[in-house]
């Protein structure tokens, strides 16, 4: 198949200005609560550790990329490895950092020792 696009990791710059963008979508009324099959989504956050995830992160470009429903899309792949996911996490913890910050809420300190 294709070479695996480039990949970078998932930045706090990034979700700010999608959580900025998302703020004013729905201060003007156009926040959505439909899922995909129901209707207008303006952003999509996939994330897997899989093979089987591979499908998924295809078919939301797909999604996106129609005149019908532009949306801001994140595919997001844990562990650096070959992946049609445009970004990565290093490991789990760093998808429970990120779901925080985009909630705006804080995670107890990090603990490897285990």
């Known amino acids: 198949g294709p070479p695996p696009l480039p990949r970078q990791p998932m930045h706090q710059q990034q979700m700010q200005q999608q ?3 998302q703020a004013a979508a729905d201060a003007a009324g156009g926040g959505s609560s439909r899922g995909l099959a129901g209707g207008a989504v303006d952003f999509v956050l996939a994330v897997g550790d ?3 995830d591979e499908d998924m992160y295809t ?3 797909q999604y996106a990329d129609t005149p ?3 949306a801001e899309v994140f595919a997001c792949v ?3 490895r ?3 996911a445009k970004f990565y996490v290093n490991d789990t913890h760093e998808v429970l950092e990120l779901l925080a910050k985009m909630a705006g809420v804080s995670l107890p300190p990090r603990n490897d020792s285990f």
């Open 50 to 52: 899989d093979r089987s």
């Open 68 to 70: 019908k429903h532009p």
């Open 19 to 21: 959580q900025q963008q």
């Open 82 to 84: 070959p992946s049609k």
């Open 59 to 61: 078919a939301i470009e």
């Open 78 to 80: 844990v562990g650096q």
